[in-house]
């Protein structure tokens, strides 16, 4: 949660940028005249974080999928990355068992409340890199939470922990 002080410097940062993102605003240009050339149109922008659908295999992340988890989705990360959501009604610490056992390695807790474990698999490169290779778990029951939602059509399904994975990119 946020102070008072630092909730009042995002709010104060975003009232700043604001003008300048009015600034980028194209001027409305007048309609041609006959005879005049078509001005070139440029397509809409693609979204590159749409998620993808297909479950990635263990193959493909490099490293095991917890056994009990359900794909959720994956989405563009940024330089190259993908970084992919699995959620389970395991308890947080049986997930972070599981990890420090296939992967074997202790990890890093991040955080206490709520919990999140780190497990890294390769080095971080800020410059090539969004996320850090690893599997990140997080506790979504933490605070009396009742977890992650995920909506799949009309269908709600609650997760008590999520499995981020970020695989090693080649590079």
Request: no cysteine; proline share 13%; aromatic share 12%.
């Amino acid at each position: 949660m946020l102070s008072w002080r630092a909730a009042g410097a995002v709010v104060l940062v975003g009232l700043l940028a604001a003008p300048a993102a009015w600034a980028q605003v194209p001027v409305p240009r007048p309609f041609p005249k006959p005879g005049e050339p078509p001005a070139p149109q440029t397509p809409p922008p693609q979204s590159a974080a749409a998620p993808v659908t297909g479950a990635p295999t263990e193959a493909e992340l490099g490293v095991p999928i917890y056994p009990a988890s359900e794909f959720i989705a994956s989405y563009d990360a940024g330089f190259g990355q993908r970084y992919y959501l699995f959620g389970t009604n395991a308890p947080f610490s049986d997930i972070v068992n599981y990890y420090k056992t296939v992967l074997k390695k202790g990890g890093s807790e991040l955080f206490d409340e709520p919990p999140v474990h780190l497990f890294e698999m390769g080095r971080f490169r800020e410059e090539t890199m969004a996320f850090p290779p690893g599997v990140t778990v997080k506790d979504y029951t933490w605070g009396g939470s009742e977890g992650y939602l995920v909506v799949k059509g009309s269908v709600g399904t609650r997760f008590r922990t999520i499995i981020q994975i970020v695989p090693v990119t080649e590079g």
